[in-house]
């Protein structure tokens, strides 16, 4: 089900480096008032650790001016049926409504729990977060990587005075290893949120 009724929605590999390019203008100068996470409501996975935060469905980053930076993952993508979609729009309302028509669809096929909502986080306070609400952002940068010559979106890059913070598209992690990251490889179904660059260097991804 696609998100829709939002404007400049940026499909990750639909888009050109330069269109992409073209939306810094709007970010740079922009502060960070609120951060939220969409995570899938797994019981007793954590997604807060030391350095960084691990988010399965959306980040939501609330910027001064109106305006947003929505890391969002769809599962209907035409060509490649699952990846992670870059919005500069508020997702809020589209992605819980795209989420009541799942609840719908597993209650009616007898599938539904409890867990099978999903779970909204308010980040800003977070102890990666907090230090970067009001703070003013001096760039912003878009790594891509291609999987069978398809360029795909891996890395945008918020930079700040003195810190940048990563989002990152991963494989999704081992939840009976965590805090513990193994790889870092690219794949566009999980997300890592890095507040340390260390851990990064570590797996060679910075």
């Not at 400049?8 to 970010?27: G, P, Y």
């Not at 740079?28 to 807060?48: D, F, L, M, S, W």
Request: aromatic content about 12%; proline content about 4%.
């Amino acid at each position: 089900m696609a998100i829709t009724h939002l404007e400049n929605a940026i499909s990750i590999h639909q888009e050109t480096s330069l269109s992409i390019e073209r939306k810094k203008k709007d970010v740079i100068g922009q502060t960070i008032e609120k951060v939220h996470y969409v995570i899938a409501n797994y019981p007793n996975r954590p997604h807060e650790s030391n350095g960084f935060h691990l988010v399965d469905e959306a980040v939501l980053i609330q910027l001064s001016n109106e305006q947003w930076i929505s890391w969002v993952w769809l599962d209907d993508d035409p060509t490649v049926f699952y990846c992670y979609h870059l919005y500069f729009d508020d997702a809020k309302k589209a992605i819980k409504n795209r989420e009541e028509a799942v609840l719908t669809f597993l209650k009616r096929s007898g599938r539904y729990t409890p867990d099978s909502h999903s779970k909204w986080v308010d980040a800003s306070t977070s102890d990666g977060w907090k230090e970067f609400i009001g703070q003013q952002i001096e760039d912003i940068h878009f790594l891509m990587q291609k999987i069978d010559d398809i360029p795909f979106l891996s890395d945008v890059i918020l930079s700040f005075k003195d810190k940048t913070v990563r989002i990152l598209a991963i494989e999704e992690p081992d939840p009976e290893a965590l805090p513990e990251i193994e790889n870092l490889n690219f794949d566009p179904i999980y997300t890592m949120i890095a507040f340390d660059d260390a851990i990064l260097k570590k797996h060679n991804r910075f």
